[in-house]
Nanobody, 119 residues
Framework: QAQLKESGGGSVQPGDSLRLSCAASGRTDSSDVIGWFRQAPGKGREFVAQ????????AYGDSVRGRFLIARDNDKSTVYLQMNSLKPEDTAVYYCAERLFGARQFGSWGQGIQVTVSS
């Protein structure tokens, strides 16, 4: 499994856009999955989006579908989360994680990065 590091967080206003990056080092496989999760203060961890390294399978959480887009760049071993039409409810610490093919859970996690949406 890969080691992961998030970048691109920050503070924005409602309606703005932000792109998060998840850089992976180490072994990656086309069947492995990179997911984005978030956790807001006082809330549990929430699934945001995921993509396999091949890029043919994507999924989104209900709260972000239609606003967020996930993509990957295999040459850079990086997964992106493009966040559009941001809302205050999107404020959270965002984590990327990897689930190996055949695994039951995401086993490798980044350190997390803060996204704050406020007026």
């Amino acid at each position: 499994q890969a080691q992961l590091k998030e970048s691109g967080g920050g503070s924005v206003q409602p309606g703005d856009s932000l792109r998060l990056s998840c850089a992976a080092s180490g072994r990656t496989d086309s069947s492995d999955v990179i997911g984005w999760f978030r956790q807001a203060p006082g809330k549990g961890r929430e699934f945001v989006a995921q993509i396999n390294w091949k890029g043919d399978h994507t999924a989104y959480g209900d709260s972000v579908r239609g606003r967020f887009l996930i993509a990957r760049d295999n040459d850079k071993s990086t997964v992106y989360l493009q966040m559009n039409s941001l809302k205050p409810e999107d404020t959270a610490v965002y984590y990327c994680a990897e689930r190996l093919f055949g695994a039951r859970q995401f086993g490798s996690w980044g350190q997390g990065i803060q996204v704050t949406v406020s007026s």
